[in-house]
């Protein structure tokens, strides 16, 4: 089935013929085809959060979309992949990093069953801050894997986050078998 065109139609016809190609809540990339989503979850930062040079797991404070229920853990920043849901996931992070106390480099990273998998840096200054830091990846997960996403600067102090759910967040979406 062919795809709408965004290029070639206005918005109302496009959506139309959008909805109209997407049986039954399917969502299609390119010639690629996935089912509706069957686990995944979004977490957000609300709060402004100390960075410091001991790396410490970042505090979403904030869970929504979550997909079984209990597939992420408040209590430690973690992403459960549960029972029937093993397969390819795509995983991405993004904190926003404030100026610092120091000149310094700040790092997020994300932890496969406690291992580093990924990580990226910036760098900021006592005038300039990194801006936002972001990680976005796929990989297999088995039943039981856990993601977790971590934070640390190399001297001093720094914070990420602040405001209400608007600067910083993580998604844990399972895309193929």
Known sequence: MALPN???????AYKANLDAAADDHETRIGDLETGPI???SEARGTNT???TT???WIDWAFAAEVVPA???SQANG???TPAGGAGIYLITATILVNSASANQWVYLFAKLNGVVQHEIRGYATTTNSVGYLTITYTKRLAVGDTIQFFVRCSTGTNTYGGG???YSVATVNKISE
């Open 6 to 12: 965004f290029l070639t139609q206005d918005p109302a």
């Open 38 to 40: 069957t686990v995944g």
């Open 49 to 51: 959060t100390a960075i």
């Open 54 to 56: 001991t790396e410490s």
């Open 70 to 72: 209990g597939v992420w």
């Open 78 to 80: 973690t992403f459960t």
């Open 164 to 166: 209400t759910y608007k």
